[in-house]
């Protein structure tokens, strides 16, 4: 079984141990990886958030063979593009730059889009605006777009379609839309990316099983979106195949043990089992589809 994770935010502290500014424990990362490949993750890509993100996502994915990188600015990160010396202008020319100089690394324009349930921290017109500078970004470089898509009444399947000709490829990450939302992605060529936090509600499962198999991919948007117990998911997880690793609260770290509330990409395999059991396949059937999708998007990955 392979499996590539194509949403993991390993940059975030949390996995060196620390918790908003406090040393926790000692810094597990090697250990996450470990479980990772135990798991079967054969690839994953580290999600960058805003310049100095992806500067660090890269750095971390040449420390290991088998990490890639997305470069972009997530919609909520956009209100410090201006603040950039030269403004937008200059931040897109090293987000460009960036990717230039570790092709062989990036595999991804973004994370990027429109999320119009957190405007606190950047308001609608500069997300919409910097958005439409990602379309850009994608036909300069010729790579595949990583999307974000919360909440955006229309908005972002509006810019999607007056761009669409600017990129090959693109896959909605975290995808928590309905039936309809999904058919409107899909009708626009693009995959879907699916987590924990795609699978709370029933009528999340009946988006996910309209999905067809080759159109998905797969991820955990780690250190976030675990499936709860109280996940409509969580039923469909009695019969899985993979026993997650015991887990532990932080005060209490050892290094063989989860951390309780930090996700981690591990646990993708109770993910591929929700998948699996929606459209009825075995998971490896499932795993091979997947795997399938995401290599024929993401090019980069070797």
Not at 229 to 253: I, V
Request: with cysteine; proline share 4%.
């Amino acid at each position: 079984m392979k499996l590539i994770d194509i949403g993991a935010n390993l940059t975030d502290p949390v996995f060196r141990g620390e918790y908003r500014g406090n040393q926790a424990h000692p810094d597990d990362l090697a250990q996450i990886l470990s479980r990772a490949r135990e798991a079967g993750i054969v690839a994953m890509m580290v999600t960058g958030g805003n310049l100095e993100e992806s500067r660090r996502a890269i750095e971390m994915c040449r420390q290991h063979t088998h990490l890639y990188a997305t470069v972009g600015c997530h919609p909520t990160r956009t209100s410090e593009v201006s603040k950039y010396p030269g403004g937008a202008q200059a931040y897109f020319a090293a987000l460009q730059q960036l990717i230039a100089d570790n092709r062989d690394k990036v595999v991804a324009v973004g994370e990027c889009g429109l999320d119009y349930d957190r405007l606190h921290f950047s308001d609608k017109p500069t997300q919409l605006e910097h958005f439409v500078r990602h379309f850009d970004l994608a036909h300069a470089t010729g790579l595949p777009l990583f999307l974000h898509d919360r909440n955006t009444q229309g908005d972002f399947a509006r810019l999607m379609k007056e761009n669409r000709l600017k990129f090959a490829e693109g896959v909605v990450h975290s995808f928590t839309g309905s039936v309809d939302e999904a058919r409107e992605l899909l009708d626009l060529g693009l995959f879907i990316g699916i987590n924990g936090c795609s699978l709370k509600t029933e009528e999340n499962l009946a988006a996910v099983r309209s999905i067809p198999a080759d159109r998905l991919m797969i991820e955990t948007d780690c250190p976030y979106c675990e499936i709860r117990p109280t996940h409509a998911s969580h039923k469909l997880l009695q019969n899985a195949e993979w026993e997650q690793p015991e887990s532990k609260r932080k005060e209490r770290w050892s290094e063989e043990c989860m951390v309780k509330s930090r996700n981690e990409p591990c646990t993708i395999r109770q993910v591929l089992h929700v998948l699996a059991v929606l459209h009825n396949m075995d998971e490896a059937e499932m795993a091979t589809r997947l795997y399938a999708n995401t290599v024929r998007v993401f090019t980069g990955i070797s």
